[in-house]
């Protein structure tokens, strides 16, 4: 027991470790989605001080595993004692979370939702966002996205130009003026990113062909054209764009996976039954079918490319998934989907961004957005939903976490699942053929 205890928390330990470096390079093209990309660590870099790259416009992401309070300052004054500088204060401790001014506005929040996250061997993040031109701050836990934010804060007009000359960023850890000697033994517990961009507007979920982009879909952000995905995105799309389930050899595929789901004889409804208690207390309803196409590539958690068959009324836990990049394209019906801003014992208190998956329709995911979610088929009456995801480590990923993360169904701990396949696709198609002609056309 002891082992098996030990193995658990080095398996949390790596799963949610985030870079020591910068975050991948983007290339010219691609979309930012205004995520803090530059690592910074007091202790290497020997100051408490950092700059923005533009004054009065950026992001900062404070990620720590260790639960001390921490104070990020940003200034227009390269002098954090300053009695003059116009300062923009953010504040984390385990009672509340302040957000405010050198000018005496303020804003507090004291639910332990957005305050300091306890100790759990996981990496918590939290995150400020500043844009002068609109007088705008942001505070946020979790996934940097303005549907996570909990302050949003339009600063008095008045103010306009002392936020434009904000340039510095201050960091304090537990009050201590003297942290880099004195709380050395922490740099490996914070991870501090900056970046160019702020956040501004809510992602696009979903890629369409790059002939049907248009400046409507740029203006109300409501889509992306496979272009503006990373590399490693772009690659599982296209791999996956044309793929069909009803093919000329067997163009009634769909149609007898319902039957079999239906029938106590087919292998859908067995395997589904068998799988009941998977994700820990028993549940008919928490269960979906995993096929798996090829072999495993060792460049991702399970196998590459996954189709997934949803019940009516079926869904999945809420899990993340191992900081891959993935895509998420519905073959066949339509899902819902439900984002958090982080997987915790207590994410059904969030707030979840919800949006339909219709059939066509593809969504996305990179290591650090859309990474914790909840797939259900709502339909509780209709025909099942099928999707097909894929999945791949960032070419910088060392550590190849191969565990899909989850909330069990009694919502009271956090298990690791690992990504087994129910059959092979091609001999999951071949299973159908021989259902249909012996069980169904008797």
Known sequence: MTNLISLSLLLVDIAAT???NDRPSLENDVERFGQPDKFWCPWKSGSCSNTLEISGQGTVEMMQRKSIPFELRLSNKRDPHDLTAYSIILSVNKNEVKLS????????????????QSEDEYWHRYWISLFAINRNVKYGFGEVRPSFSIFDIDLPTEESQSIKEIYYLHFKVNNNENMLTELSNLKEHFRIFTGID??????????????????????????????????????????????????????????????????????????????????????????????????????????????????????????????TYAIIRALSGEI???????????????????????????????????????????????KPCITIQCYMYGRDDRLHYEYFDYLANDERSIGHFDPKSDMDFGEFKERMRQEKQHIFQN
Request: aromatic residues 8%.
């Open 18 to 20: 985030p870079p020591k």
């Open 101 to 116: 001014t050198s000018t005496g506005q303020s804003h507090t929040s004291t639910d332990s939702l957005y305050t300091l």
């Open 198 to 323: 702020p956040v501004l507007h809510e992602l696009p979920l979903f890629v369409i062909p790059q002939d049907k982009y248009s400046v409507e879909h740029f203006a109300s952000h409501s889509a992306i054209p496979p272009s503006k995905l990373q590399i490693t995105c772009r690659e599982l799309y296209d791999t996956v764009i044309n793929f069909k389930l009803n093919t000329d050899d067997f163009p009634d595929l769909t149609d007898v996976i319902e039957r079999s789901i239906k029938n106590s004889k087919g292998w859908c409804n067995k395997k589904l039954q068998e799988k009941a208690n998977r994700f820990g207390k028993r549940n008919p309803k928490a269960t979906y079918l995993r096929l798996t196409v090829g072999d495993r590539q060792g460049n991702a958690p399970g196998h590459n490319y996954v189709i997934e068959v949803w019940p009516p009324g079926h869904f999945s836990p809420i899990h993340n998934h191992s900081n």
């Open 336 to 382: 819902l989907m439900r984002l958090y801003p982080a997987l915790t014992l207590n994410v059904n208190q969030y707030k979840p961004i919800e949006q339909i998956c219709h059939e066509g329709r593809v969504t996305w995911m990179l290591p650090n957005l859309n990474q914790t979610h909840q797939l259900k088929h709502v339909d509780s009456y209709g």
